[in-house]
T-cell receptor, first 116, second 118 residues
Framework: GAVVSQHPSWVICKSGTSVKIECRSL??????MFWYRQFPKQSLMLMAT?????????EQGVEKDKFLINHASLTLSTLTVTSAHPEDSSFYIC????????????FGAGTRLSVL | AQKITQTQPGMFVQEKEAVTLDCTYD???????LFWYKQPSSGEMIFLIY??????QNATEGRYSLNFQKARKSANLVISASQLGDSAMYFC???????????????FGQGTELSVKP
């Protein structure tokens, strides 16, 4: 099956710092990338959708200036949490869409962010 | 707007027995796809099964089957012969208008936490 690499898997940072999360599709090209956030014992909530070479589309209530998404290539997308605060602590999961794969959606292993 | 509902926050099942996890959905789009994922405590999302709105037969993948009732807008997951390793969170998700070369977003239900008893 397709391989998605998400890095780092776990990060602790101080309040006010920025954290970058990388998501790579290792054996396919991802024209679209979805970024989700999941709080403990809750569902996955879509944060934003990005298409390669275009600006990301953010879901209602998600601050685009806080969560910067870059999708510069078909195999790499990054999510940067800027000026992180404790309330940004969460589990972040990327999900690249593989062209033609309408009956499956791949996910990265996720990144646990803890902001102190 | 599309909506996915899982009404069972938690379920218990005895090892080797079958269990059904409920999922109902709402959409005005005639073309959609329904997914089930398993999320163990590690957090990874494991794809289990897919059902397209135009698929004539219920999807099956090994011990997993999807009881698709289109008129009732339900897509329940049936796990046969439960194993201890099946203990995890299970999510139902829907994607509208799954175009061939453009990915629509997945919207998830609230999830059901399944515990398998030995």
């Amino acid at each position: 099956g397709a391989v998605v690499s998400q890095h780092p898997s776990w990060v602790i940072c101080k309040s006010g710092t920025s954290v970058k999360i990388e998501c790579r599709s290792l054996d396919f090209q991802a024209t679209t990338m979805f970024w989700y956030r999941q709080f403990p014992k809750q569902s996955l909530m879509l944060m934003a959708t990005s298409n390669e070479g275009s600006k990301a589309t953010y879901e209602q209530g998600v601050e685009k200036d806080k969560f910067l998404i870059n999708h510069a290539s078909l195999t790499l997308s990054t999510l940067t949490v800027t000026s992180a605060h404790p309330e940004d602590s969460s589990f972040y999961i990327c999900s690249p869409y593989r062209v033609g794969a309408k009956n499956i959606q791949y996910f990265g292993a996720g990144t646990r962010l803890s902001v102190l | 707007a599309q909506k996915i509902t899982q009404t069972q926050p938690g379920m218990f099942v005895q090892e080797k027995e079958a269990v059904t996890l409920d999922c109902t959905y709402d959409t005005s789009d005639p073309s959609y796809g329904l997914f089930w994922y398993k999320q163990p405590s590690s957090g990874e999302m494991i794809f289990l099964i897919y059902q397209g709105s135009y698929d004539q037969q219920n999807a099956t993948e090994g011990r997993y089957s999807l009881n698709f009732q289109k008129a009732r807008k339900s897509a329940n997951l049936v796990i046969s012969a439960s194993q201890l390793g099946d203990s995890a969170m299970y999510f139902c998700a829907m994607r509208e208008a799954p175009l061939y070369n453009q990915g629509g977003k997945l919207i998830f239900g609230q999830g059901t936490e399944l515990s398998v008893k030995p």
